[in-house]
């Protein structure tokens, strides 16, 4: 009769498991000893790192599989014990051990707790399942259920404890890309924040200023961050057999869709918010990579956090407080005055609309009925009147002499961040072209087509790269021509506000430039009159001053007949 043969089943939990003896290399040095003491030969050796509380585990699957295709080759399988086996408790662990009875397999523990079954009814040559027992069946069953309690009360203490810290603001866990973990005294306990990393913070802190500034789309915001030569983290994978490495992901280029996954982590603003805080958000104790108000804006209302008083956070879903209820065609391009011109009668914005006339035609007007009755003007007319008043107003002789300045240092406060993008540019450019240099080399050096043609392929997609980045820094990089060229043209816009409104299509820029010379959006009435109430830069025209005319003087509430006829509608 030939050796017997056995299988060796090893398992820990995790990849880091290895104290008191348990890890995969001391398990298998104490079973190999025990087949060795038995007379066994090891045929296969299965090594687990998976939950012992899972029924279903990789590695034992291969191992019943095992079985069915060396039928009657396998006596027994080793294990060091049984909370190596199971810590499902004795269902679980009977259940395994039923699934290698069904090949006539025994189960072995190195430290002899397992003894062999017999037959009860063995001396009247009979058997039956219930008459076959093992000797230690209490005994195992006892370890079995010691293995689930002992697993309960370690995760209860570790996890109960992780999530206890989260609570707190404390970081558990793999930090997300752009920080790092650090253990820091808190009291009289070490505890792990995270801290902003020097290495990859600037790439995601660059996507919220992006985002936040509103003027880029997520397509350009994307370019500019991979120009910058962003890739991925690479991330490694490991067996479960073995712990080696089995392949590495990661290192691709930034997409839309991850930059949007990104935006919406409030963790990048200092807030914790996980299924261990019920997914409320709380402050964390660790670095905010911006402020919640530049995360507020680069979600554009689809995540809005909210500060509430005690440091107490809420988080508000497709919020978008500029949005007023029964507003309708707020921002119609085609009256474009409506929103900072008010009615003098109840001191309101105008509404504008074209209704048909009996000809069919329609007659583009500004209107207002709020609690009083009809008060119309013709679009055409209401237009004039504010450009001929914008035709009478100069910026202030003061303001004049030091508007270079101003535009100046917002240059370079602009220049300042253009110039931190257009370094990361040229330093992935630089390693860019090493890495081409790199490739020609190995080219030269190789008669393989095979290799030459992968070779060449990378030479091309390396060369694309280059020349992008090139490009990209070309059209970021500020001239001081081009600022002195900026600087004459904005003070031509400044000095003719009537191609400044004009040149701004977007209603929304036309009400922020009127803010900007309105100290109080004036009313129909003061624009006809030319007395509006105007910003400390802005004056009246120095000729315009000494100009009387009708003009000059208060217009009441009711309009002058003269006004009535030349511009508004009679009122009903």
């Known amino acids: 009769m030939g ?84 810590r499902g408790g004795s269902y679980g662990y009977e259940d395994l051990k039923k699934q290698l009875a069904k090949f006539d397999v025994k189960l072995v523990d190195a430290y002899g707790v397992i003894q062999e079954s017999i037959n009860t009814l063995e001396h009247l040559g009979v058997k039956y399942d219930w008459s076959t027992i093992s000797q230690s069946s209490v005994a195992e069953h006892v370890m079995a259920e010691n293995a689930k309690f002992e697993a309960t009360n370690i995760l209860t203490r570790t996890i109960g404890q992780q999530i206890t810290l989260v609570r707190d603001g404390y970081h558990v866990g793999k930090c997300d890309d752009g920080f790092m973990s650090k253990k820091t005294i808190f009291g009289s306990k070490k505890k792990t924040i995270r801290v902003i990393d020097p290495e990859r913070a600037p790439y995601y802190k660059k996507m919220f200023e992006m985002r936040a500034a509103n003027t880029f789309t997520d397509q350009e915001i994307v370019d500019t961050i991979n120009y910058m030569g962003f890739k991925t983290k690479i991330r490694n994978r490991w067996s479960k057999e073995d712990s080696t490495i089995i392949n590495s992901v990661g290192n691709k280029p930034l997409t839309v869709k991850r930059l949007q996954e990104v935006i919406a982590r409030p963790v990048y603003c200092g807030v914790n918010f996980h299924k261990w805080t019920d997914y409320k958000p709380i402050k964390s104790h660790s670095d905010a990579l911006v402020d919640i108000d530049t995360f507020n804006k680069a979600n554009r209302g689809k995540i809005f956090i909210v500060k509430k008083e005690n440091d107490e956070y809420g988080i508000l879903y497709n919020y978008y407080p500029e949005k007023q209820a029964h507003r309708r065609n707020k921002n119609n391009a085609d009256f474009p005055l409506k929103n900072f011109i008010l009615c003098p009668l109840c001191n309101k914005p105008f509404k504008g609309s074209s209704p048909r006339g009996k000809s069919g035609k329609r007659f583009p007007i500004y209107h207002c009925d709020r609690g009083h009755k009809y008060y119309g003007i013709k679009k055409q007319s209401f237009e004039d009147n504010f450009n001929q008043l914008l035709n009478n107003i100069e910026m202030r002789a003061k303001f004049s002499k030091h508007f270079d300045l101003f535009i100046i240092d917002a240059w370079r406060t ?145 309009p002058t007949p003269s006004l009535l006829e030349r511009d508004i509608l009679p009122l009903y």
Do not use: W
Not at 30 to 36: G, P, S, V
Not at 37 to 43: D, I, K, P
């Open 3 to 86: 050796t017997k043969k056995c299988l060796l089943y090893l398992r820990v939990s995790t990849t880091g498991q290895g104290r008191d003896g348990d890890s995969l290399e001391d398990q298998e040095n104490i079973c190999r000893r025990k087949a060795e003491s038995s007379n066994l030969e090891v045929a296969k050796v299965f090594k687990e790192q998976y939950s012992g509380r899972k029924q279903n585990r990789p590695q034992f699957n291969n191992l019943i599989n095992y079985l069915k295709k060396h039928p009657k080759e396998i006596d027994c399988v080793i294990i060091k014990m049984i909370d190596r086996f199971s």
């Open 414 to 558: 602009k220049k300042e961040d253009l110039d931190q993008t257009s370094c990361a540019i040229s330093r992935n450019l630089t390693d860019l072209k090493n890495q081409q240099s790199l490739v020609i080399d190995q080219l030269t050096r190789t008669n393989n087509d095979l290799i030459r043609i992968k070779l060449e392929e990378k030479i091309e997609n390396l060369e694309k790269e280059i020349l992008e980045a090139n490009s990209q820094i070309e059209q970021i990089d500020l001239k001081e021509k081009e600022i002195k060229e900026f600087i004459e043209y904005s003070r031509m816009l400044v000095e003719h506000l009537n191609d400044l409104f004009n040149f701004t299509e977007n209603p929304k820029q036309k009400q922020a430039l009127a803010s900007l010379v309105f100290d109080n959006f004036p009313n129909y009435d003061q624009i006809v009159s030319g007395t509006p109430d105007l910003t400390l830069i802005f004056d009246k025209k120095q000729s315009e001053k000494e100009t009387k005319s009708y003009l000059a003087r208060d217009v009441g509430i009711e």
